[in-house]
Protein backbone atom coordinates (compact mmCIF):
# COMPACT_ATOMS: atom_id res chain seq x y z
CA UNK A 1 0.00 0.00 0.00
CA UNK A 2 1.22 3.57 -0.92
CA UNK A 3 0.62 6.10 1.66
CA UNK A 4 0.51 10.13 1.34
CA UNK A 5 1.72 12.18 4.45
CA UNK A 6 1.00 15.60 4.63
CA UNK A 7 2.57 18.00 6.69
CA UNK A 8 3.07 21.56 6.89
CA UNK A 9 -0.50 23.13 7.50
CA UNK A 10 -1.31 26.21 10.28
CA UNK A 11 -2.87 29.11 11.10
CA UNK A 12 -1.54 32.08 9.21
CA UNK A 13 -2.54 35.93 9.24
CA UNK A 14 -3.74 37.42 5.98
CA UNK A 15 -0.63 38.06 3.75
CA UNK A 16 1.24 35.46 5.59
CA UNK A 17 2.88 32.53 3.87
CA UNK A 18 2.66 28.66 4.56
CA UNK A 19 5.00 25.47 2.88
CA UNK A 20 2.85 22.08 2.68
CA UNK A 21 4.89 18.82 1.82
CA UNK A 22 4.04 15.58 0.95
CA UNK A 23 5.30 12.38 0.96
CA UNK A 24 4.38 9.24 -0.96
CA UNK A 25 5.78 5.90 0.38
CA UNK A 26 4.99 2.66 -0.69
CA UNK A 27 5.15 -0.11 -3.56
CA UNK A 28 5.47 2.88 -6.78
CA UNK A 29 6.95 1.74 -9.34
CA UNK A 30 5.88 4.68 -11.32
CA UNK A 31 5.02 8.35 -10.23
CA UNK A 32 2.91 10.22 -12.05
CA UNK A 33 0.72 13.27 -11.38
CA UNK A 34 1.45 14.83 -8.06
CA UNK A 35 -0.95 17.74 -6.62
CA UNK A 36 -2.93 19.72 -4.06
CA UNK A 37 -6.51 20.00 -3.70
CA UNK A 38 -8.79 21.50 -0.80
CA UNK A 39 -12.10 21.69 0.74
CA UNK A 40 -13.74 24.44 2.88
CA UNK A 41 -16.22 24.24 4.86
CA UNK A 42 -19.37 23.80 2.80
CA UNK A 43 -18.11 23.81 -0.45
CA UNK A 44 -16.89 21.26 -2.94
CA UNK A 45 -13.37 19.61 -3.06
CA UNK A 46 -11.55 21.93 -5.60
CA UNK A 47 -8.26 21.98 -7.36
CA UNK A 48 -5.95 24.01 -6.60
CA UNK A 49 -2.32 23.07 -8.12
CA UNK A 50 -0.95 19.87 -10.31
CA UNK A 51 2.51 18.94 -11.37
CA UNK A 52 3.76 16.27 -14.06
CA UNK A 53 6.08 13.50 -13.61
CA UNK A 54 7.79 16.40 -16.21
CA UNK A 55 7.59 19.03 -13.87
CA UNK A 56 4.67 20.99 -15.84
CA UNK A 57 1.75 22.75 -13.68
CA UNK A 58 -1.55 23.97 -13.63
CA UNK A 59 -3.29 26.27 -11.42
CA UNK A 60 -6.59 27.51 -10.18
CA UNK A 61 -7.01 30.87 -10.97
CA UNK A 62 -7.51 32.13 -7.52
CA UNK A 63 -4.08 31.15 -6.40
CA UNK A 64 -2.03 31.95 -9.77
CA UNK A 65 0.77 34.15 -8.96
CA UNK A 66 0.80 33.47 -5.32
CA UNK A 67 1.22 29.89 -4.63
CA UNK A 68 3.73 27.43 -6.39
CA UNK A 69 4.23 23.74 -6.61
CA UNK A 70 6.68 22.04 -7.15
CA UNK A 71 8.38 18.53 -6.46
CA UNK A 72 11.51 16.13 -5.62
CA UNK A 73 11.10 12.77 -8.22
CA UNK A 74 13.83 11.14 -6.04
CA UNK A 75 11.83 11.72 -2.84
CA UNK A 76 8.12 11.14 -4.50
CA UNK A 77 7.53 14.78 -2.73
CA UNK A 78 5.39 17.11 -3.70
CA UNK A 79 5.58 20.47 -2.13
CA UNK A 80 3.38 23.55 -2.07
CA UNK A 81 4.30 27.04 -1.50
CA UNK A 82 1.98 29.10 -0.27
CA UNK A 83 2.29 33.27 -0.27
CA UNK A 84 -0.18 36.23 0.47
CA UNK A 85 -2.55 34.24 2.17
CA UNK A 86 -6.20 35.50 2.42
CA UNK A 87 -8.77 34.26 4.62
CA UNK A 88 -10.81 32.81 1.56
CA UNK A 89 -7.67 30.45 1.72
CA UNK A 90 -8.99 28.28 4.45
CA UNK A 91 -9.60 24.65 3.86
CA UNK A 92 -8.40 21.14 4.46
CA UNK A 93 -5.59 20.85 1.76
CA UNK A 94 -5.31 17.21 0.55
CA UNK A 95 -2.96 15.74 -1.57
CA UNK A 96 -2.85 13.58 -4.29
CA UNK A 97 -0.71 11.37 -6.29
CA UNK A 98 -1.07 9.30 -9.43
CA UNK A 99 1.04 6.49 -10.14
CA UNK A 100 1.65 2.59 -11.33
CA UNK A 101 2.75 -0.27 -9.82
CA UNK A 102 4.75 -2.81 -11.81
CA UNK A 103 2.29 -4.40 -13.09
CA UNK A 104 0.89 -1.04 -14.64
CA UNK A 105 -2.13 -0.94 -12.49
CA UNK A 106 -2.85 2.63 -11.88
CA UNK A 107 -3.61 4.10 -8.64
CA UNK A 108 -5.11 7.57 -7.56
CA UNK A 109 -4.56 8.04 -3.74
CA UNK A 110 -5.32 11.25 -1.43
CA UNK A 111 -3.35 12.01 2.30
CA UNK A 112 -5.37 12.54 4.90
CA UNK A 113 -5.74 16.37 4.78
CA UNK A 114 -3.80 19.46 6.64
CA UNK A 115 -5.90 22.48 7.98
CA UNK A 116 -4.85 25.73 6.66
CA UNK A 117 -6.84 28.75 8.76
CA UNK A 118 -6.04 32.55 7.52
CA UNK A 119 -7.54 34.55 10.61
CA UNK A 120 -6.51 37.39 11.94
Known amino acids: QVQLVESGGGLVQPGGTLRLSCAAS????????MGWYRQAPGKERELVAVIASGGSTNYADSVKGRFTISRDNAKNTVYLQMNSLKPEDTAVYYC??????????????WGQGTQVTVSS
Open 26 to 33: GSIFSMNT
Open 96 to 109: NAVYYNKLGYRYNN
